[in-house]
């Protein structure tokens, strides 16, 4: 059973950064395309940048410019730098593959606020 474990959020300040990193149970990356979600209070969980294996990216609308997405197979691992953070941005975030393959991980808190 592939366990994925997100880490990093936090509380910031609008504009300010943060970086999620993502973990896999086993290597499951250098075979899939990945991607980080969100779910924000009441909403549905959002699709939020995707990263293929060959390293191509692509973001939704709402992140694109501030937001980059990255992997390192070696490691297990996905990650989100999220810059000029904006409130609307507050939501648990998590990682899977682009097609929801696994099993959702507890996801990391992301609050922006002043």
């Known amino acids: 059973q592939v366990q994925l474990v997100e880490s990093g959020g936090g509380l910031v300040q609008p504009g300010g950064s943060l970086r999620l990193s993502c973990a896999a149970s086993i290597n499951i990356f250098k075979f899939y395309a990945m991607a980080w979600y969100r779910q924000a209070p009441g909403k549905q969980r959002e699709w939020v940048a995707g990263i293929t294996s060959g390293s191509s990216t692509s973001y939704a609308d709402s992140v694109k410019g501030r937001f980059t997405i990255s992997r390192d197979n070696t490691k297990n691992s996905v990650y989100l730098q999220m810059n000029s953070l904006k409130p609307e941005d507050t939501a648990v975030y998590y990682c899977?593959?682009?097609?929801?393959?696994?099993?959702w991980g507890q996801g990391t808190q992301v609050t922006v606020s002043s």
């Open positions: 899977n593959t682009d097609q929801a393959r696994y099993p």
